[in-house]
């Protein structure tokens, strides 16, 4: 079991930048990937961003030199987000793999097992 809690949501201005967190506890012995994903209404939940042990990250085409992420030792994840724009706006939610054999499915839901509650994020014009 892992339990993986975000923060860091909020508000900002087209433009502007957030960053979000992801504190992780449990089986991290066990983590292979983890990702930041999104949900808007009426849309289905996206990948935004995924990094694995190796600090191997990748990347939605949409968000690609615009949100890093990043992981501390203890597991600990991170979205900065910068040159925010409206279609940015959506819940955002931390989450972790099922193993090291779903690494193709990395940016997609299907790839992980646990999941936070998730932080709003909101980007106004």
């Known amino acids: 079991q892992v339990q993986l809690v975000e923060a860091g949501g909020g508000s900002a201005q087209t433009g502007g930048s957030l960053r979000l967190s992801c504190d992780v506890s449990?089986?991290?012995?066990?983590?292979?990937?983890m990702g930041w994903f999104r949900e808007s209404p009426g849309k289905e939940r996206e990948g935004v961003a995924c990094?694995?042990?190796?600090?191997?990250a990748n990347y939605k085409n949409s968000v690609k030199g615009r949100f890093t992420i990043s992981q501390a030792a203890n597991f600990s994840l991170y979205l900065q987000m910068t040159d925010l724009k409206p279609e940015d706006t959506a819940r955002y939610y931390c989450?972790?793999?099922?193993?090291?054999?779903?690494?193709?499915?990395?940016?997609?839901?299907?790839?992980?097992?646990?999941w936070g509650q998730g932080t709003q994020v909101s980007v106004s014009s």
């Open positions: 989450a972790s793999d099922r193993g090291p054999s779903w690494t193709l499915f990395r940016l997609r839901p299907k790839g992980y097992a646990y």
């Open positions: 990094i694995d042990r190796d600090g191997q």
């Open positions: 449990g089986d991290t012995n066990k983590i292979y990937f």
